[in-house]
C-alpha cells in the first residue's frame, strides 16, 4: 500500500463525506483543502483538522506535499481540474460522472496516460461488498441466466431547491446525477453474467419529463446488453420512487432493496441482498461492511495507485458508461 497524502478540491458535502472517510481510512491522510474562497476552505479546514487551506485550486494543486487529489467540483469542472491535477503531476480521484462527456472523459485519461498518474471514477458503490456478492451471486449462475434488469434511484429535491440540477450549464438533470449509478450497474450485471471484462448496450432508449431548458427531471431507459439481457432504468431529482436493484434469471431472482450508493449505505453498517429461487422460497444474505465507503476507496486507490488504474473501474469501463451515457440524454432530448 502507498500512503497517499489528499488533498481536496472543493468544499461541499460530498467533499466532506470523503475528507471522513480518509480520516477513517489505514492508508491516507488529509493534507489540504481548496474552496472558491479562502473563509470556506478554512471553515472546512478547520471541521475536520486539515493542516492547510487554500482559496484557489491552482494554489492547492502547487503544493509538492500533497500526494492525489479528490476533485468533488460540480460535473462540468471535473474535466478541467482532473486534466490540471494530471498536469501538476498529482493522482486524481474524481467525482462520477468523470466528466459530462464521453469526448471529455477521454481527454482527462489521455492526460493521466501522457503524466503517468493514477485516475479512477470515484463509483464508490463498485468496492462496497454488497456489490461484490452480487456479481459472484451472478457469475456463479445463482439465478441461473439472466433474462433482466430492474434499477432505479431518483429523490426530490422539491420545486425550488435544486439550482444546479436544473441548471444545463451545471450538468444539470438526473441522468448524469443518479441515472449514472444505474447504467453502471446494469453493465456491471451483463459483465458479471457473460463473463465479458467491458460491455455496452447494443441499444439505448428513453423518455423523460424535461424542464423548459432541457433538463431531464426525471427519466426511463431501456438498454439492450451483451448476453440479451434487457435493462430498465428509472431515475430522477423530482421523483420519489422505491430505489432497486432487481435482476431476474431462469431459476429464479434477486432484490436488493437497499443499493450501495444510498447515502445511507456509506458508512459502515449492514445490508441485504434476497435470493429468490423459482420454487419461490427467498433467502436472505445479510451483507456487513466493517469500513466506510469512502474509507475503502481512499484505501483502495493507494492499493492500486503504481498500477495506475484499478480493476474495478478501469478508463476502458469509464468510457463504457461515459457514451451509454450520451446515448441515454440524446434518447430522451436532453438539452433540446
Known amino acids: 500500500m502507498t500512503e497517499l497524502r489528499w488533498g481536496l478540491v472543493a468544499a461541499g458535502s460530498i467533499a466532506a463525506d470523503f475528507a471522513a472517510g480518509v480520516e477513517r481510512s489505514k492508508h491516507g491522510t488529509l493534507e489540504a483543502v481548496a474552496a472558491r474562497s479562502a ?180 427519466a426511463m431507459g431501456l438498454l439492450r446488453l451483451p448476453g440479451d439481457i434487457i435493462a430498465q432504468l428509472s431515475c430522477g431529482y423530482r421523483l420519489t420512487q422505491d430505489d432497486h436493484i432487481r435482476i431476474y434469471g431462469t431459476t429464479g431472482q434477486i432484490h436488493v432493496p437497499k443499493p450501495a450508493w444510498l447515502p445511507q449505505m456509506r458508512r459502515a453498517t449492514s445490508s441485504q441482498i434476497v435470493l429468490t429461487s423459482a420454487d419461490g422460497e427467498p433467502e436472505v444474505i445479510e451483507i456487513e461492511a466493517t469500513q466506510s465507503v469512502f474509507a475503502r476507496e481512499a484505501d483502495h486507490v493507494a492499493a492500486h495507485v503504481e498500477n495506475r488504474q484499478a480493476p474495478e473501474l478501469t478508463w476502458a469501463e469509464t468510457l463504457a458508461n461515459m457514451r451509454t451515457l450520451d446515448r441515454w440524454r440524446a434518447a430522451v432530448g436532453y438539452g433540446g
Open 39 to 218: 473563509d470556506r476552505a478554512r471553515e472546512f479546514a478547520t471541521r475536520f483538522d486539515i493542516p492547510k487551506a487554500y482559496g484557489a485550486y491552482a494554489d492547492l494543486l502547487a503544493d509538492p506535499d500533497v500526494d492525489a487529489v479528490y476533485i468533488a467540483t460540480p460535473h462540468p469542472m471535473h474535466a478541467e481540474w482532473a486534466v490540471r491535477a494530471a498536469e501538476a503531476g498529482k493522482h486524481v480521484l474524481c467525482e462520477k460522472p468523470l466528466t459530462v462527456t464521453a469526448a471529455e472523459a477521454e481527454k482527462v485519461i489521455d492526460a493521466a496516460r501522457r503524466h503517468d498518474v493514477f485516475l479512477m471514477e470515484a463509483f464508490m458503490y463498485r468496492l462496497h461488498p454488497q456489490t461484490r456478492r452480487l456479481v459472484e451471486l451472478i457469475s456463479c449462475g445463482a439465478i441461473g441466466e439472466v433474462r433482466a434488469v430492474d434499477v432505479s434511484f431518483s429523490f426530490d429535491t422539491g420545486a425550488n431547491d435544486a439550482p444546479r440540477l436544473a441548471d444545463p450549464a451545471l450538468g444539470g438533470g438526473g441522468i448524469l446525477d443518479v441515472g449514472c449509478y444505474c447504467t453502471s450497474l446494469a453493465r456491471l450485471v451483463s459483465q458479471a453474467a457473460t463473463g465479458i471484462d467491458v460491455v455496452e448496450p447494443t441499444t439505448v432508449t428513453g423518455m423523460a419529463r424535461l424542464t423548459d431548458r432541457g433538463v431531464d427531471e426525471f
